[in-house]
Each structure stands twice: as C-alpha cells, then as structure tokens.
C-alpha cells in the first residue's frame, strides 16, 4: 500500500514561485510513475508532469514547460513540483499520483494512487 501526502501550496502572486513537495510512505517501487495533477473549480483534472522513479525521466504539459519542473529525491521518497512564474490560470488544487509504470503516465485513470491535494492560488 502506497500513501502520498502533498504540502507546499499557498497564495502568491503572479510571477511568483511556489515547491510543492508529496511524501511517499511505503517504499516505491523502482517501476513506479509519479505524477502531478491539477483541478481548478467546475473543470476535469488535468496533467501537469509526470516522472518515472528509477530513471527520472520526466514529461510536462504544455501548458507549463519552462515554468514548472518534476523531481524526485529517492532518499527522501519524496516528489517535487517546482513552480516558477506562476499565472493567475495555474490556480487549482494541485494532486500527487503513483503507479506502476515503466512509461510515462499522462491520464488520471491509469494512477491508482492519489493524494489528498494541496491549494495553489494566484493572484493577479
């Protein structure tokens, strides 16, 4: 069993930064894919990185590459999502995911687990 606990998020203006950080209980598998999901108000969740836990091969959405940047500390069992020049549409409610997976995972339903999420708001 795999639990995932998110902290980090806050209010920050726009152009600011903020490190989300998931600390994973249970030793992760070395064929595991982690992600970071967002979910703004009345929209779907949508896919913001994505890393595979052994070779650290990461993915990011469009939408946030060259803002945003996916890491992992093996040591710590922990995942990183490091946000930089934020935008007021970045605002969501930011989640956590693992799975198994030896390629990187881009849709919720193929992460079987979820943290509870943290809140990112921006202000313009």
């Known amino acids: 069993q795999v639990q995932l606990v998110e902290s980090g998020g806050g209010l920050v203006q726009a152009g600011g930064s903020l490190r989300l950080s998931c600390v994973v209980s249970g030793r992760p598998s070395s064929r595991y894919a982690m992600g970071w999901f967002r979910q703004a108000p009345g929209k779907e969740r949508e896919f913001v990185a994505t890393?595979?836990?052994?070779?650290?091969?990461?993915s990011n959405a469009d939408s946030v590459k060259g803002r945003f940047t996916i890491s992992r500390d093996r040591a710590k069992n922990t995942l990183y999502l490091q946000m930089n020049s934020l935008k007021p549409e970045d605002t969501a409610g930011y989640y956590c995911?693992?799975?198994?997976?030896?390629?990187?995972?881009?849709?919720?339903?193929?992460?079987?687990?979820w943290g509870q999420g943290t809140q990112v708001t921006v202000s313009s």
């Open positions: 890393i595979l836990w052994n070779s650290g091969y990461t």
């Open positions: 995911a693992a799975d198994y997976g030896l390629v990187v995972l881009t849709i919720p339903v193929q992460y079987h687990y």
